[in-house]
T-cell receptor, first 113, second 116 residues
């Protein structure tokens, strides 16, 4: 069964606009971690932001913020003031158990000039 | 320093060859991972080493053989691969397992493997 769901295969956004990338997850664990990664066409996976299941505040890192709604099991990534360099594949991921990190199918984000 | 170094960056090998992929980190991380990523797909977990011991093998065929010689190094030995094994192989490391802060994984730039 799919544990991480990203429903937007692709998105087109005008430069300087904010964008929200959706992610829902499924777990029976009480303690878990959620991550977002960016993968440009070069292939490297760049860690963006982390949210712990017990964190009461939404995580923020510069232009990235995570809209964490625990009851709905959603962890959406918000990118403010998008830039051309934000064009990439974005993956939502979850740490399952102690050692396993699993990924959603990803969202391809295109920033338009 | 959040660097995970993978070599080589590109590899072309025949189906009868034996080759190895290497991964190195000097961040004191205790968990190291191998992922396989096909084009336009998410990374798929292959192996996890925790404190230099193999903790997860996701039913990977035996033609892939991982090795963790010490806490900084992770190898993936390849033998008798098939063309469908062509993919981007990503190595990652994290400070520790568990869901708390410091458990995010940092990735290397990957090895693009082509099996001919």
């Amino acid at each position: 069964a799919q544990k991480i769901t990203q429903t937007q295969p692709g998105m087109f956004v005008q430069e300087k606009e904010a964008v929200t990338l959706d992610c829902t997850y499924d777990t029976s664990d009480q303690s878990y971690g959620l991550f977002w990664y960016k993968q440009p066409s070069s292939g490297e996976m760049i860690f963006l932001i982390y949210q712990g299941s017990y964190d009461e505040q939404n995580a923020t890192e510069g232009r990235y913020s995570l809209n964490f709604q625990k009851a709905r099991k959603s962890a959406n990534l918000v990118i403010s003031a998008s830039q051309l360099g934000d064009s990439a594949m974005y993956f939502c991921a979850m740490r399952e158990g102690d050692d396993k990190i699993i990924f959603g199918k990803g969202t391809r984000l295109h920033i338009l000039p | 320093d959040t660097e995970v170094t993978q070599t080589p960056k590109h590899l072309v090998m025949g189906m009868t060859n034996k080759k190895s992929l290497k991964c190195e980190q000097h961040m004191g991380h205790r968990a190291m991972y191998w992922y396989k990523q096909k084009a336009k797909k998410p990374p798929e977990l292959m192996f996890v080493y925790s404190y230099e011991k193999l903790s997860i093998n996701e039913s990977v065929p035996s033609r892939f053989s991982p090795e963790c010689p010490n806490s900084s190094l992770l190898n993936l030995h390849l033998h008798a691969l098939q063309p469908e094994d062509s993919a981007l192989y990503l190595c990652a490391s994290s400070l520790q397992g568990g869901p708390g802060l410091g458990t995010e994984a940092f990735f290397g730039q990957g090895t693009r493997l082509t099996v001919v």
